[in-house]
């Protein structure tokens, strides 16, 4: 605050008699006249002025119309002795925020001024609210964006008036009378996700779309924005291009896609007609022609060719061929998986039926598999990863040639797994035989490995992978199984049985069949009499 009065005793008696520190308010300093003020204006932040009317040079009204002009943050506070009307009424023309009459109490001046601060205080409070609404609104502009042009292709009759006036707040504006659409799917997507990371698969995603809309002619305006791993490219022009034009931009961006971000991909074309209205259609164009039509290879343009026969595309699901490839699968035999994969990918007919109609097939073999794993205790996640859903998603948006490797990688892996699980099978039961027949003598983990030819580490492995318990657990309670037996016959010794059980020491015998049994031999024998 700035105190403003011609009297030395004034400025000084309201500077001291008020504890303004405790109160949060600083003096930045004092003036004599309006002239000195502006000065001080010039110099300090000031949030109040605290002013007389009637001063030299320039006076409290005219300063306060200076100020109100050149600093509208200041709130002014008259204090004046001259009670005349006509002065309360022309301050409060210029923006006064209030008016004190002379002499003044110091708690009358003290409430005005913490009035006015708490005033300010809200003031402040409301334009921070709103510069950071306004900040977080301008970062939520291309998300509103996205989200805006996704409702043009997708909903059917939106607000279209709305629609453009939230893309106007982007700064965009179709000026042209054509719309057309261009989809856009990275061929081999899997491989993609795969070998980036998420954030650097989004990073090369955001430059997909920027190399699309930096591609085209300045004639045409393309606008760029993602759909489930597509890009959509919305074309507003106003001359009609032939199919070879068009292709020819397509061509432009998959090259330019090529050479700056090392991959590759496929274009469905929808038509292009006049008013917005047709940007659904053209959608729905588009993504049939890359839906419904079996291209093979990369970077290839699929132009929409009529109305898709839904019905003509139908094919039966080759279930024998299936079966043949759950039987080589099972079969071990890498190469006779890969012919009989064969055998069913030809089965699905994809040179007559829709693209859409192969990948559900293809997915219903992939889902087959994954039932064959869990038949079998095979662990899915290892063979499929962690995240079914979002596997399925990518294997959708690649082509068919590498779908079908993706079908023969994941067979392949899932009889490599029932192989080993087999072996392993052989292995637990050659090693529960031996234990069998010999655990009446001094055998150990060691022994036991040592006879059928594996490691002891990899022997305590199957016991708890098979049979969820350690290896000298299952020998004990082999062991005391055993024994129990022998109790039904009532003329034989502890000590022999335990003996004949595998154990030299009684004592041993005891603590372990306790543990075992939750009684003693001698309270087990008594329990069976």
């Known amino acids: 605050m700035i105190i403003v009065d011609d009297e030395e005793r004034a400025r000084v008696g309201i500077r001291t008699l008020i504890d303004w520190q405790s109160h949060g308010i600083h003096i930045a300093g004092e003036a004599r006249d309006g002239l000195e003020a502006l000065e001080l204006l010039d110099t300090y932040a000031v949030d109040i002025m605290l002013t007389d009317i009637r001063m030299p040079q320039m006076d409290g009204l005219e300063l306060i119309k200076v100020v109100s002009e050149k600093y509208p943050s200041v709130k002014s506070v008259i204090m004046s002795g001259f009670d005349d009307f006509a002065y309360a009424q022309q301050a409060i023309r210029c923006g006064v925020s209030n008016y004190l009459l002379k002499p003044s109490r110091r708690q009358e001046i003290l409430s005005t001024v913490l009035a006015i601060t708490e005033q300010i205080q809200s003031e402040k409070l409301e334009i921070t609210t709103l510069e950071h609404l306004r900040q977080g609104f301008r970062e939520s502009l291309p998300l509103l964006k996205e989200k805006t042009l996704s409702q043009l292709i997708l909903t059917e009759s939106p607000a279209y008036s709305r629609l453009l006036a939230n893309l106007k707040m982007n700064q965009l504006v179709f000026p042209y009378l054509l719309y057309g659409i261009i989809l856009l799917r990275i061929d081999n997507f899997q491989l993609l996700h795969e070998k980036y990371m998420h954030e650097d698969t989004e990073l090369l995603k955001y430059g997909l779309k920027n190399i699309c809309e930096e591609s085209l002619p300045e004639a045409v305006l393309c606008v760029a924005f993602e759909h489930q791993d597509d890009i959509v490219l919305i074309l507003n022009m106003d001359e009609l291009p032939d199919q070879e034009e068009l292709s020819g931009y397509i061509r432009i961006i998959q090259e330019n896609i090529a050479s700056f971000l090392r991959f590759t991909v496929s274009a469905g074309i929808g038509s292009i007609d006049k008013n917005i209205e047709h940007l659904r259609h053209s959608f729905v164009e588009a993504c049939q022609a890359l839906n419904t039509t079996n291209y093979t290879g990369i970077a290839k343009i699929v132009e929409y060719s009529g109305e898709f026969d839904a019905e003509s595309s139908q094919s039966s699901y080759p279930l024998h061929e299936e079966q043949e490839v759950l039987k080589a699968v099972r079969g071990g035999s890498s190469g006779d998986i890969a012919d009989k994969l064969t055998l069913f990918n030809v089965a699905l007919k994809p040179e007559t039926v829709s693209r859409d109609q192969v990948i559900k097939s293809s997915f219903a073999l992939f889902f087959a598999l994954y039932k064959l794993c869990i038949e079998n205790n095979v662990n899915v996640n290892k063979v ?55 655990f009446m003598k001094d055998i150990n983990r060691e022994i036991v490995a040592r006879e059928i030819y594996i490691t002891p580490g990899y022997l305590s492995l199957l016991f708890k992978q098979q049979l969820k318990i350690s290896f000298i657990d299952y020998l004990h309670k082999v062991r005391i199984e055993h024994a129990c037996q022998l109790f039904k016959d009532p003329g034989m010794r502890i000590e022999d049985i335990a003996l004949q059980s595998g154990y030299n020491d009684t004592k041993y015998f005891y603590q372990v069949f306790k543990k075992y049994k939750g009684v003693t031999p001698n309270q087990f024998r008594s329990n069976t009499e």
């Open 384 to 438: 499929f990863g962690q995240n079914l859903t979002e596997l399925i998603h990518v294997l959708s948006r690649s082509s068919l040639d590498n779908l079908f490797q993706s079908l023969l990688e994941t067979a392949q892996r899932v009889s490599e797994h029932l192989t080993s699980k087999k072996n392993s099978n052989k292995l637990l039961e050659a090693a529960k035989s031996y234990i069998g027949e010999h």
